[in-house]
């Protein structure tokens, strides 16, 4: 394992600060950041749709048992402190719940571990038309002793995911039929 996890996980959290930052972008944009540090456990949820942007946010001290609002803004830099951790792991299992991820690695030895998981679905358009949905549903381990990355094996891969993607484009295979004063035009086999 390398820091080309490393290099993903910043990749994705620069990709989540884009599009929050240009929030007429895309036309809808849904996101989540889940992120399960030693202390805290993060929660951030938002929609950006038509250059207007709403969110929540939520921390969870483990430590005091509080629960606590937090504004949805402060997401990306509650997220870059997970690159604290001494090494980086894009997660490749089964699970997709954040707590079940960290309860998985903990049972095989990775004591200590953080979770984040990213969540975006953005939708556009093309000039052509066509309707694009692009989805990143990505989940990071983050170790603070390196030695331990031997525990994650089973859990990372280089393989391609059914479930976990990052930047994974559904293109509409037609675009939008032009129409005429409120009413859609329909391609006639006689019209040719």
């Known amino acids: 394992m390398t820091d080309f996890d490393r290099d993903d996980f910043q990749e994705t959290i620069q990709d989540l600060s884009g599009l929050l930052a240009e929030p007429n972008a895309h036309y809808q944009v849904v996101w989540k950041v889940e992120y399960l540090s030693q202390s805290d456990w993060y929660h951030f949820y938002g929609m950006v749709r038509n ?20 504004s949805p803004q402060e997401c ?15 997660y490749g299992g089964r699970r997709s719940v954040s707590t079940d991820i960290l309860e998985e690695i903990e049972t095989k030895g990775a004591a200590g571990a953080e979770v984040i998981r990213l969540g975006v679905e953005a939708r556009s358009k093309e000039a052509s038309g066509r309707k694009v949905m692009s989805v990143t549903d990505v989940a990071f381990i983050g170790l603070r002793h390196s030695v ?10 280089n393989e391609p995911s059914i479930k976990w993607c990052r930047d994974r484009r559904f293109i509409s295979a ?19």
């Open 51 to 70: 250059g207007q942007s709403s969110g929540v946010g939520h921390v969870y001290d483990r430590l005091e048992r509080q629960a606590n609002n937090v």
């Open 148 to 157: 331990q990355a031997e525990c994650l094996l089973s859990f990372t891969t």
């Open 174 to 192: 037609l675009p939008d039929m032009p129409h005429n004063g409120g009413k859609w035009l329909k391609a006639d086999s006689r019209d040719r």
């Open 76 to 90: 990306i830099s509650v997220a870059l402190g997970f690159h604290a951790n001494a090494s980086i792991h894009t």
